[in-house]
């Protein structure tokens, strides 16, 4: 307690609080790091597993002292083996996961306004090179409805679980934390909007819940008296995770979807009719448009190619 009384000082002329970085310690750093974050607990999760593996492979050594080569050496080790808690290789997807956290930490602690570092030494770190893989992963519109019809059969729920995924373009943590209030009309009181308050890195934003949706929800909320917690599927990620797995295997036999393949679909299904790159964008939630353009090549794909009308020239001669 003595040390925190004493975390904030006095400068020479007693008025202007100064803060005495020596007598922080690491916790205490990582604590005013977590709560400049936001508040998604898997952000606060990951940057915490993150910085938690990073100090045990840098043991003996304060944070504030950290270099760009002891960055290096761990990442290095991850992809080796020798810094990941499991001692195995990891992909390059998984040692991104850990140094991005590290990355976006010590960027934090080097702001003027900060100070707890003089310099970023993580600032020279490159992540590794990671495969998008998402552009398959999607389902067909048929695919989507076997899968629906599927669930439809089984219960309620589950059926509006998948659909609210596929239509909405949710994310399963932003899916499982929805609460009935997060439901509003807008200014006209036509619409129906989604208020997302635990989006990615703790982001917030508005989803338009098309009325058939609505009306559906609406339904279920009559048949099954609110919960407690005021969660409109007080379910865990990894029900739902098992929910589509098992539709999948019911019906797509040569797909293995997660409930992420649904934003994919969803995505993908609002480009081909016609949605702009902005409004998909914003539904989703990215922050960087570039994150959109994948599924845009996937749509692009889809229409006619150059092949398609050589070919359509070739029979004409035929």
């Known amino acids: 307690m003595e ?27 990582v604590e005013a790091f977590m709560s400049y974050c936001g508040h998604s607990i898997f952000t606060i999760r990951n940057y915490r597993r993150a910085l938690k593996l990073f100090r045990s492979f840098n043991a003996g050594k304060r944070l504030l002292e950290v270099t760009w080569r002891d960055v290096e050496e761990f990442k290095i080790g991850l992809v080796r083996g020798t810094a990941s808690s499991s001692g195995k290789a990891l992909s390059p997807a998984s040692v991104a996961a850990l140094i991005a956290p590290l990355k976006s930490f010590f960027k934090w602690a080097s702001e003027p306004n900060i100070g707890f570092v003089d310099y970023n030494p993580a600032n020279s770190i490159k992540l590794p090179q990671v495969k998008v893989t998402s552009r398959h992963h999607y389902l067909t519109r048929q695919e989507a409805s076997q899968m629906l019809t599927w ?3 089984q219960n309620t729920r589950n059926y509006l679980i998948a659909l609210t995924l596929i239509t909405l373009g949710l994310r399963v943590s932003e899916l499982t934390g929805i609460k009935w209030s997060n439901f509003h009309k807008d200014p006209t009181g036509n619409f129906i909007w989604l208020h997302i308050v635990n989006g990615k ?9 098309p009325s058939q949706l ?13 919960k407690a917690d005021g969660r409109l599927f007080s379910i865990s990620t990894r029900q739902v995770e098992r929910i589509i797995r098992s539709a999948a295997e019911h019906t797509i036999s040569e797909k293995r979807p997660t409930p992420h393949w649904l934003r994919h679909t969803s995505a993908t299904l ?7 790159l902005q409004q998909v964008q914003e539904t989703l939630g990215h922050t960087h448009i570039n994150t959109t353009q994948r599924y845009l090549h996937t749509v692009e794909q889809m229409k006619k190619s150059a092949p398609d009308f050589v070919e359509e020239t070739l029979l004409e001669l035929v």
């Open 151 to 153: 669930l439809s059969h």
């Open 214 to 226: 609505w009306s559906y929800l609406s339904s279920y909320r009559e048949q099954n008296p609110q």
């Open 201 to 209: 890195g703790g982001k917030e934003r508005q989803v338009k819940v």
């Open 3 to 29: 040390q925190k009384k004493n975390i904030l000082e006095m400068n020479n002329s007693g008025t202007i609080p100064v803060l005495d970085y020596d007598k922080w310690s690491d916790d205490d750093i």
């Open 270 to 276: 609002a480009l081909l009719k016609g949605a702009s």
